[in-house]
């Protein structure tokens, strides 16, 4: 009875953790779109991989890397300011890629998330959307799922975009401050009036 109870928790425990790694599909899961809401964007080199994991990964041959050493070549976005980064691949059970997906010595644009709100170093990719594309440096072009439609950028082109969107959100909180000030001052000159008028 013992060993029927706990093969049903083992298994249920296995199910709710496939399920806690199945995307919902969103319409737009671009790299355009992540680039948007992401607190740090950067162009990486990838200089090592570090740790491995001890159980082999079925149709992965040799160690499969946990955790790989990033170089912060031009960073686009965030307050990162270290040279160097840290990003963690999947161990099994999180919904991150596995790290045989680069290669040291590659480029890539990444808008990666943070292990923590520590000062840590570590980053990783969610699986279920697109948060890096691999660069090829000589030609500069970033290629993957850029947009829904675009599978290329050209750097040059990506760097003025983000650069535009990074105005338009400074321009925003210019004319909100602006506004807001315009309606102080209009409160205080209606209270001078009507104290005046009193």
Known sequence: MRKAIFLLFLSLSSISQSRACSCESAWDDSFKKTVKEAEFVALIKILSFDDYLTEDIHGHEGKMPYSMTAEIIRK????EERKRIEILGDDGVECRPYLSEFEVGKYYLIAPNKIDNS????????ICSTEYLEVNKEENIAFGKYTLLHRRIDISKFESEILKNDLSFWNLKFLTSILLIGVALLVIISMKRAHNRS
């Open 76 to 79: 686009y976005k965030g307050r």
């Open 119 to 126: 000062d840590s170093t570590q980053y990783y990719f969610f």
